[in-house]
């Protein structure tokens, strides 16, 4: 009964490779989100779909596409990997209430690699 | 330019005393703020959260306080407990959007 997994866990890969990350949420939120904790472990937001569509998108490369074929899935396609995407990627969810008062819940992150 | 900040990297506290995290905040803006736990391989875990109409949040051995006017809160957690050791992370949010900011985090570890 996991609230939002991501798959898969762990990733590694070649520098230049595309691959790609999911995440599914069964809480019945309309808002996911990615975010990245680099390797000083800060915690930023990439981007953030409302009812599939894109609400948020930060200073985020193109090589960064972010799809949601549906409210309950959100998706992380990277292109021409970098040494510098290395990462663990979490993705979240929550529904928002027009309050500003909105609790985030969070998978378990993908710990990619960039070799 | 860091708009949420957690200036203690690590807290060391003893089983069943008070463990204290705090976290600044510069933008004013800001008026939602939540603390999450993180364990090693795990994904953030909601704990509490405080509305800047409120001055405390209690939640069982968790209090959350928050002092708009120095743009400060707090985490106590009384009695901790060994289970207690984890990365604590406090986040704000906007009226603006749901877009959540994050502190650095605090390593707090509870000795038996």
């Known amino acids: 009964d996991t609230a939002v997994s991501q798959t898969p866990k762990y990733l590694v890969t070649q520098m230049g490779n595309d691959k790609s990350i999911k995440c599914e949420q069964n809480?019945?939120?309309?808002?996911m989100y990615w975010y990245k904790q680099d390797s000083k472990k800060f915690l930023k937001i990439m981007f953030s779909y409302n009812n599939k569509e894109l609400i948020i998108n930060e200073t985020v490369p193109n090589r960064f596409s972010p799809k949601s074929p549906d409210k309950a899935h959100l998706n992380l396609h990277i292109n021409s990997l970098e040494l510098g995407d290395s990462a663990v990627y979490f993705c979240?969810?929550?529904?928002?209430?027009?309050?500003?008062?909105?609790?985030?819940?969070f998978g378990p992150g993908t710990r990619l690699l960039v070799l | 330019d860091q708009q949420v900040k957690q200036n203690s990297p690590s807290l060391s506290v003893q089983e069943g005393r008070i463990s204290i995290l705090n976290c600044d905040y510069t933008n004013s803006m800001f008026d939602y703020f939540l603390w999450y736990k993180k364990y090693p391989a795990e994904g953030p875990t909601f704990l509490i959260s405080?509305?800047?109409?409120?001055d405390k949040n209690e939640d069982g051995r968790f209090t959350v306080f928050l002092n708009k006017s120095a743009k400060h809160l707090s985490l106590h957690i009384v009695p901790s407990q060994p289970g207690d050791s984890a990365v604590y992370f406090c986040?704000?949010?906007?009226?603006?959007?749901?877009?959540?900011?994050f502190g650095e985090g605090t390593q707090l570890t509870v000795n038996p």
């Open positions: 979240a969810s929550s529904q928002v209430l027009g309050t500003g008062s909105e609790t985030q819940y």
């Open positions: 986040a704000a949010m906007g009226t603006s959007g749901s877009r959540l900011t």
């Open positions: 809480l019945g939120h309309d808002t």
């Open positions: 405080i509305s800047s109409i409120k």
